[in-house]
Each structure stands twice: as structure tokens, then as C-alpha cells.
């Protein structure tokens, strides 16, 4: 699972740098900047998910609730 993660990750990340690249060459800087907030966003959200579940499972391993 945790390759799957890092995976996903790096592939959001080459997207949205190849998508950045492209946009910038055209002169549409703006909006190239808001992919880059969008792709680091997608990322923060990941990571979050994966927060929540390292939380849960400490919480169930230590008989919490």
C-alpha cells in the first residue's frame, strides 16, 4: 500500500509539473498556477486520508474510543 501511495503521489505530481510547463509556454501563467494549487491540493487530500488511517488504527490498537 505504501508504494501505491508514493506512486500516486509522484504521478500527480509529474502531471501537474508537465501541465504547468505547457500552460507556461502558452503564456497562461495564471491558470498555470491554479493546476499547481489544484495537484497540490489532490496531494494534501491523500495524505490526509492516509492521516485519518494511521489515527484509526491507533485508536483501535490502543482501545480507544
Same mark, same amino acid.
Given at each position: 500500500?505504501?508504494?501505491? &501511495? ?6 500527480? !505530481? @509529474?502531471?501537474?509539473?508537465? $501541465?504547468? =510547463?505547457?500552460?507556461?509556454? /502558452?503564456?497562461?501563467?495564471? &491558470? ?6 489544484? !495537484? @497540490?491540493?489532490?496531494?494534501? $487530500?491523500? =495524505?490526509?486520508?492516509?492521516? /485519518? ?12 474510543y
Amino acid at each position: 500500500m505504501a508504494v501505491d &501511495i508514493i506512486f500516486k503521489i509522484a504521478g500527480i !505530481g @509529474l502531471l501537474t509539473a508537465i $501541465i504547468n =510547463v505547457v500552460l507556461k509556454k /502558452s503564456d497562461k501563467d495564471e &491558470i498555470a498556477n491554479f493546476v499547481t494549487i489544484a !495537484g @497540490l491540493i489532490l496531494v494534501l $487530500i491523500l =495524505v490526509l486520508d492516509m492521516l /485519518s488511517g494511521l489515527f484509526d488504527t491507533l485508536k483501535s490498537l490502543l482501545n480507544l474510543y
